[in-house]
Structure formats: C-alpha cells, structure tokens
C-alpha cells in the first residue's frame, strides 16, 4: 500500500521563477491538503482540494495555487518566487469530509536563490 | 482563533530518561481534535495519536502516554524510558470540528544523548 508521494524531493529555484510541486494522495485518499514548513517552524496550512475544487485556504498570498485531477492527485504552483518561499513544502491526504487522519509525504525542500 | 503553544523549543536527556512534551492550546469550540505528530530527519510528519475533545482519558501506548487535561487546554505527551530512535521534532496539533485543516505549535526538538 503505498503512502503519499511527493516530487521532486529537492528544488532549486531563482526568485521571480515559477513551480510546481507535485502529490499523489495515500491509496483510498480522495483529499489533499498542502502546508508550507519554514526552516524551524511548525507547518503552515496554505489550502485543501476535494472533488478537484479548492475547498478551504489558509492565509497566503494568490501567488499560491493548486489543482486536484480525477485521480484525486494534486499539484502546488507558486508564481513569482521569493526568498521567503523557501521551506518544506508537505502534502497530506485523507478521506472524504474529516480530517480527522492526515497522512503525510516525505516533503519537497524548495530552496529560493 | 486557534492556537497551539509548545514552550519547549528544545530538550535534551541522557537515553532512559523519561521526558515530557508540553502543549497548550487555544479554541473557541467546543468540538475540536488534539494530535501528535513526529518529524524524524527525513522530514515526513509521522501520526502519533488523535484525541477528541470528549475523552480526556489518559491514554498509553507502549513507552508513550499522553495526557488531556481540558481544565488546562494542555495535551502533554511522556515518553518513558526514552531511547535514542525517539531523537526527533515533535509537533502538537489542532483541528475544530469541520475546519478542514491542522494548526501545528511551533515544535520541540528532542535529542535522545545515548
């Protein structure tokens, strides 16, 4: 049973550049949600995407967005990066309308030069 | 709002020393969900355990129990006995009921000195 996946593992960006990160939820997962972990900080919730639609979003700029396709996995754009953008960048998913379980990925380590 | 509060930014014991993890939470709901996570150097948040806000039994499991004491917002987790695989960030999370979203403290960082 594989768990969450995300890639790449490690990015290297410049500022003003454009990513995207990638995840495939746990087997049986049909919810993603995506958190933004700064270098000794807790992880920050950015959104969440069930049925392909932005369901909740924490408190970041538009410069962050998503998407989520019919095979529930997901993807985390960010445009005109900053220094500030770097972090780990987590993906958790879970089923239907709970988060009561969250599991998640290894992470992406984004770097902005 | 909600807010998680861990103080202990970092603790470090001598390998079978029993150790404790504060964590004090804020909320204005009455239904909400209290978790542990653990983030080895790898970087993948590991689930500990999940408490709802209606059960403040103690709860073991193995070397780790956890403490719920509404009264107090605080959700304490003890590991007995550490050992130095138990090394790790250790992060207390919260949920109100149908948010959708987890709100983490900031984490301790636990050292396990062999």
């Known amino acids: 049973d594989a768990g969450v996946t995300q890639s790449p593992t490690h990015l290297i960006k410049t500022r003003g550049q454009q990513v995207t990160l990638r995840c495939s939820p746990k087997?049986?997962?049909?919810?993603v949600s995506w958190y933004q972990q700064a270098l000794g900080q807790g992880p920050q919730f950015i959104f969440q995407?069930?049925?392909?639609?932005?369901?909740q979003r924490g408190n970041f700029p538009d410069r962050f967005s998503g998407h989520q396709f019919p095979n529930y996995s997901s993807e985390l754009n960010v445009n005109a990066l900053l220094l500030g953008d770097s972090a780990l960048y987590l993906c958790?998913?879970?089923?239907?309308?709970?988060?009561?379980?969250?599991?998640f990925g290894p992470g992406t380590r984004l770097t902005v030069t | 709002a909600q807010k998680v509060t861990q103080a202990q930014t970092e603790i470090s014991v001598v390998e079978k020393e029993d150790v404790t993890l504060d964590c004090v939470y804020e909320t204005r709901d009455t239904t909400y969900y209290l978790f542990w996570y653990k983030q080895p150097p790898s970087g993948e948040l590991v689930f500990l355990i999940r408490r709802n806000s209606f059960d403040e039994q103690n709860e073991i499991s193995g070397r780790y129990s956890w403490n719920f004491q509404k009264s107090t917002s605080s959700f304490n987790f003890t590991i007995t006995a550490s050992q130095v695989v138990d090394s790790a960030v250790y992060f207390c999370?919260?949920?109100?009921?149908?948010?959708?979203?987890?709100?983490f403290g900031q984490g301790t960082r636990l050292t396990i000195n062999p």
């Open positions: 995407y069930y049925e392909e639609e932005e369901r």
């Open positions: 958790a998913s879970s089923t239907g309308t709970g988060i009561i379980e969250q599991y």
């Open positions: 999370a919260l949920s109100e009921w149908g948010a959708q979203k987890l709100v």
């Open positions: 087997s049986g997962h049909d919810t």
